[in-house]
Nanobody, 124 residues
Framework: QVQLVESGGGLVQPGGSLRLSCAAS????????MGWFRQAPGKEREFVCVIGWIYGLTHYSDSVKGRFTISRDNAKNTLYLQMNNLKPEDTAVYYCAASTKGALYAVPDEYDYWGQGTQVTVSS
């Protein structure tokens, strides 16, 4: 069984930065891709970005492109999300997820494992 645990959320002013981490554990952890999603109150879960676990290919939503950077440390089984120039509309619970289905996906249904989420609030 794979477990994902996010950390690094918090309250930040507009224009500020945060770095989220997602630590994976389990007997065998070999995803094809890992992604970040977010969900604001009253809204559906939204794709943020994804990275291929082996080759590091990335894909971002238009809303975060140029501000957020996804990365991973395979040796530590850890996923990161560096968020810069944060805006109030970035406020949400952020989830990491792992997929074993062989491609990079932007839809939640294609992910097999999810973390519990970490709150990010951007406000002055």
């Amino acid at each position: 069984q794979v477990q994902l645990v996010e950390s690094g959320g918090g309250l930040v002013q507009p224009g500020g930065s945060l770095r989220l981490s997602c630590a994976a554990s389990g007997r065998t952890f070999s995803p094809s891709g890992m992604g970040w999603f977010r969900q604001a109150p009253g809204k559906e879960r939204e794709f943020v970005c994804v990275i291929g676990w082996i080759y590091g290919l990335t894909h971002y939503s238009d809303s975060v492109k140029g501000r957020f950077t996804i990365s991973r440390d395979n040796a530590k089984n850890t996923l990161y999300l560096q968020m810069n120039n944060l805006k109030p509309e970035d406020t949400a619970v952020y989830y990491c997820a792992a997929s074993t289905k062989g491609a990079l996906y932007a839809v939640p249904d294609e992910y097999d494992y999810w973390g519990q989420g970490t709150q990010v609030t951007v406000s002055s």
